[in-house]
Nanobody, 126 residues
Framework: QVQLVESGGGLVQAGASLKLACTASEYFNSIYAWGWFRQAPGKEREFVATIIWTASSTYYADSVKGRFTISTDGKNTVYLQMTRLKPEDTALYYC????????????????????WGQGTQVTVSS
């Protein structure tokens, strides 16, 4: 079973930057897309960003557009570069992976993804 492990979270001040990484425990040939989601205390998990593997297309939540960048190393790691962090970015950040295309891809829907990491905490102080 391929596992996803996130790293890079921490406590920072508003305006700072952080770079999250998510690595699969083994290289797996079947990857359609990677995604990042986050969940703040008392709130539902929400979509942050996605990158479609073959096309390198990226999509972002409006709340992070222009501040966050999703990328991959072309192998088994996905990154989330976060800049100009705000207190409202505080959350547990999860990476997820969709292994194959099944005719549609609603990238904001967490049910689309096949594998999930355990999460890494990001806390932004004001």
């Amino acid at each position: 079973q391929v596992q996803l492990v996130e790293s890079g979270g921490g406590l920072v001040q508003a305006g700072a930057s952080l770079k999250l990484a998510c690595t699969a425990s083994e290289y797996f040939n079947s990857i359609y897309a990677w995604g990042w989601f986050r969940q703040a205390p008392g709130k539902e998990r929400e979509f942050v960003a996605t990158i479609i593997w073959t096309a390198s297309s990226t999509y972002y939540a409006d709340s992070v557009k222009g501040r966050f960048t999703i990328s991959t190393d072309g192998k088994n790691t996905v990154y989330l570069q976060m800049t100009r962090l705000k207190p409202e970015d505080t959350a547990l950040y999860y990476c997820a992976r969709k292994d194959s295309y099944s005719g549609s891809y609603s990238y904001t829907d967490s049910n689309e993804y096949d594998r999930w990491g355990q999460g890494t905490q990001v806390t932004v102080s004001s």
